[in-house]
């Protein structure tokens, strides 16, 4: 199994806090990305990382930032949690461009 | 902009049937990557398959096989004699070469119920 984790597994957060979700690899893979999964809409990406401090907009961005200040690191902050961010996310790593992205367990987010 | 396919929200079949779960991608890249993905019950995202651009040839392992088709930008996945053991939720995804490593987009996924 590809080395990485997630934390927290599961948190119940209410409107209006912060929220810090943790992604740590021992892959000492380049890529890293956080999807949050919905039904219907399959995997979204939110976010993503060519390198260290190396980062990037996806496609449901807003109210979302990350960092990655190390390469084993990639943190996933809500600056205001909001009802709407209730949802599975899922942090995944690739070693290149080319390859299979591995993913995490993933966290279930719960904002009310 | 890229984009995939999964027409197909739910499919339910009985155990020992064939069943084939249909993708189509849209991308304006010359060299990219198809990619399958299993989601069980249980939740995690487990990679199945990875297809070149350039290579067209038809893959088949055990009782799964998939087929690329770049004429109708399709890469359909088939599951000979399934099993109550195939019931998950399956992703398509698709990336494209360069702006590094981004483009990794999924398909809404297709859920399968095998039935026994």
Redesign the interface.
Known sequence: DAGITQSPRHKVTETGTPVTLRCHQTENHRYMYWYRQDPGHGLRLIHYSYGVKDTDKGEVSDGYSVSRSKTEDFLLTLESATSSQTSVYFCAIRPGQKTEAFFGQGTRLTVV | AQKVT?AQ?EISVVEKEDVTLDCVYETRDTTY?L?WYKQPPS???V?LI?R?SFDEQNEISGRYSWNFQKSTSSFNFTITASQVVDSAVY?C?L?E??N???N??????TRLSVLP
């Open positions: 999964q929200t990557y990619f939740g995690e995202l990679f990875r070149n992703f995804a990336s070469d360069g590094y490593g981004q990794f987009v999924f398909g809404p996924g």
